[in-house]
């Protein structure tokens, strides 16, 4: 049997601004999601007959990204993070599975982060009409923290270029990363589900109708774009008390493109007294709110009175592994 886990992600900064061009700030987290495969008579799902339709991840990576015809495989799959909730759980599943199948293929061989990272980006692009960034594909496979953008972003180390021909037309992103200091592992993440499904197209969709009929609200964008890159040096030195200042400040932009919800407000508000810095994350409209704190038990429960459901995890942990 071949076995890999690949963890899921919290956007820190620059969600909806990284739509416009800006940079986006990820980090890899604690839970994620496990596959294996094991050669077997038929083709099975966690038990049940494997319908690659309803799969399109699974499919693609089998098949159109690995080509594989070899005999049938047993496909089991284990996840700790809630779906359809922002965490990036589809490009852990593809990242998980990509591994899993690259040895079972290539038991002796090692995994190659930047290919896994690109082969799940495909299959999140194969799964959602071409329309994808790589961000959530390039945290879960190359893990720590992770800035996507539309040019190079100074301070940070460049690892690779994707494109992808979307509906829209053609774009490009540059993945970089930026290395964690150890001073950082003292912080915890404290991720709040709202128990609302975050639909990401929607509110995409919902930014760029207020936008086009508020064209000064594009201020936003590059108000958001500065907070990221104040976050963004706050985090590589090791300054909590800056990131989560920056955390806070990237909330109130992101209420004034109005993709927070009373919940998410409710669960941030509630988090805040233990909190170093407190945001919602992801594209909103339900989904995930976010704290950094060094006191998670506190804000895990503040989290949990106000009506969401808890999740501690460290920042930045390690990306795609053979388990
Ligand atoms: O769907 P999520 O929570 O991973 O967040 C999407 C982030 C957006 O900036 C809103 C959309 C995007 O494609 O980057």
Redesign the pocket.
Known sequence: MAKAFAPGKC?LFG??A??FGHP?VAVAIDQGVTASVTESSDWTLEGKRFEPSRHPHIEHIIHNVFQYEGPPLKIDIESNLFSAA?M?SSAALSNALAAALHLHINPDSKLDQVKLAKMAHSAEAFAQKGRA?P??SSTSALGGCVVVSGDRVPGTIHVFDTSLTTPEGNREWAVNTISIPSSMNDAFLVIGFSGDT?P?GK??AKVANLISNNPEMISEMESISKITTAGLTALSVGNLDGLGLAMDACHERLRNLEVSTPKLDRMVEAARPHSLGSKL???GGG?CMVSLTNDPSRVAEAIEISGGTPLITRLGTEGVRAL
Do not use: F, L, R, Y
């Open positions: 956007i969600e909806h990284v739509v986006a922002g990036g960034s961000t959530d975050s990401t509110m995409v994350t992801g594209a989904g």
